[in-house]
């Protein structure tokens, strides 16, 4: 391991997963070696009062109707410029191929580099640049699961490359950003402009320091990075499994395709299928205290804990007896989440979710972008790589998730 543990125990029931992440003696801080170039600080490894001003921060971005201008001023327009990009380029029988996990990501990534503030990133030529250069970043980004077991070699030549797209990065779109919103906010103090008339993105809050921690520069950097990244290909992943769950659906059950465009079946659809398909194979947590889990299940000091999200949303004891299987109509106890642990629980929840779930409606990015695809026809494209997504419930495995989803798409008139 990069850093010595006891042992590594996994917590895979529901009832243990749901204590695990809200404990508050299993802690965030599972730093190994070259976590500083990547992650460390950033608001997912924080633990106790720094956690807390942090998300006080940062959930500032959905205040002041965050959400709404988030989805009036980027999430709608974004979608419906790409959905309508894409359909440019149909075959000779009016049809448009469309890859799901690459148009998603490319779309999220233009929604996540609004929500950070990257100006460069949301225009078209500086969209593609930011693209490019985040999937090679994401290439050597070792994910905070494999950095608890292996240090992060800064020497690689993946890694090398990865570093050297997140400085590019930076001095193409964080440092002019970031030099523009200190403009505005001195402009602010001086009082030639108002405090309402500031953008409302990651940066903004940084300049104003609304947390002191972001005085580190350096600190401020990995933060932006991180949400870049946060929202990208967990997104476009959901929006995957949900489009194959419910062709699966479709094929079993005919007649449900007169429901393809209703929005409690898409919402309904959406949760199942973030229940049953995490995107990450695990959340890590350092014990500190010895804790005894609800099984029985007992965590010893310095032990590493994996939470296992995707096993402890199958239990039938919590989902009932078809808990295996896709049920966009399921219903659930008082108090269980739909969508399974998929944005976690208790301080560390995702406060993310309304962007991707929505607050009024599909108007969140998962929601609209698959609302977006089933209005517009969307279908499986028979050229689709096959892939067993019975077999692929509650767990997660790469070489699965990166098999391609290509759908069909009728163009307008035909």
């Known amino acids: ?16 997963a749901s204590e695990a992440w809200r404990c508050p003696h299993l802690s965030t801080r599972t730093d190994g070696p070259g976590d500083d170039e990547v992650r460390a600080g950033v608001v997912v490894r924080l633990d106790g009062e720094a956690h807390r001003q942090r998300r006080r921060a940062m959930g500032q971005l959905l205040s002041r109707g965050g959400h709404k201008y988030f989805r009036d001023h980027h999430l709608f327009p974004t979608a419906d410029a790409a959905l309508a990009d894409a359909l440019k380029s149909s075959d000779a029988h009016g049809r448009t191929q469309l890859d799901v996990r690459t148009w998603g990501r490319r779309v999220n990534q233009q929604l996540a580099a609004a929500l950070v503030g990257f100006d460069n990133g949301i225009t078209p030529e500086g969209s593609d640049e930011l693209f490019t250069l985040i999937e090679t970043f994401i290439e050597g980004y070792q994910s905070v699961l494999a950095n608890a077991f292996e240090p992060y070699n800064v020497e690689g030549e993946r890694q090398r490359a990865s570093l050297a797209a997140r400085d590019k990065i930076v001095s193409r779109f964080y440092d002019p950003a970031m030099n523009r919103r200190r403009a505005l906010v001195a402009r602010v103090r001086s009082g030639a402009l108002a405090e309402s008339e500031l953008p409302q993105d990651l940066l903004t809050l940084v300049a104003l320091e609304r947390d002191p921690a972001w005085n580190d520069d350096a600190l401020a950097k990995r933060e932006a990075l991180f949400l870049l990244l ?34 409690a079946f898409l919402l309904g659809a959406a949760r199942e299928a973030l229940r049953l398909h995490p995107v990450t194979p695990g959340f890590v947590r350092r014990v500190e205290e010895q804790v005894e889990l609800p099984s029985g299940l007992v965590l010893p000091p310095d032990a590493l804990a994996v939470i296992r ?55 969140g990015s998962l929601m609209y972008l698959l609302t977006l695809l089933m209005e517009a026809g969307a279908g499986l494209d028979p050229d689709s790589p096959p892939l067993d997504v019975v077999a692929a419930r509650g767990t997660w495995d790469k070489e699965t998730m990166s098999i391609p989803l290509l759908v069909t798409l009728p163009s307008a008139g035909h």
């Open 309 to 363: 999200n995707g096993p402890a949303a199958v239990e039938p004891e919590i989902y009932g007896a078809d808990a295996a299987e896709f049920n966009p109509d399921r219903e659930v106890q008082r108090g269980v989440p739909a969508h399974g642990l998929a944005f976690g629980a208790g301080p560390h929840m995702c406060f993310g979710m309304p962007l991707v779930m929505g607050a009024e409606g599909p108007d």
């Open 230 to 263: 946060a929202g990208v290909h967990t997104t476009a992943s959901s929006l995957v499994w949900t489009l194959r769950e419910i062709y699966a659906y479709f094929d079993k059950h005919p007649e449900a395709r007169a429901r393809s465009t209703e929005p």
């Open 1 to 16: 391991m990069a850093t010595e543990y006891s042992v590594s125990i996994d917590v895979e029931s529901f009832a243990d």
